[in-house]
């Protein structure tokens, strides 16, 4: 399957990137869109939901578990 029809098959995308923008589940879903309010290509869109599902960690949870994230190294420092 070629990644450009990929974005039909994952399922946080709900079919909705095509006008009008209404999802298998029934419910209005907005385009995706840049900090500058630009539209994400659906090609970018499919690689980053391929990175997503080829880099994830599946952990099973069990009640009491903890998440403790540290996002310190992911942001930007000026100075």
Known sequence: ?????????????????????LGADGAYHPVPLYGDG??????????AANIVRETRVLIKWEDGDVLVLDVSSSIEKSG
């Open 1 to 21: 399957m070629s990644t450009a029809r990929s974005h039909l098959l994952t399922p946080g995308f709900h079919n909705a990137l095509s006008p009008p923008h």
């Open 38 to 47: 630009s539209s994400i290509d659906l090609e970018d869109l499919d690689k």
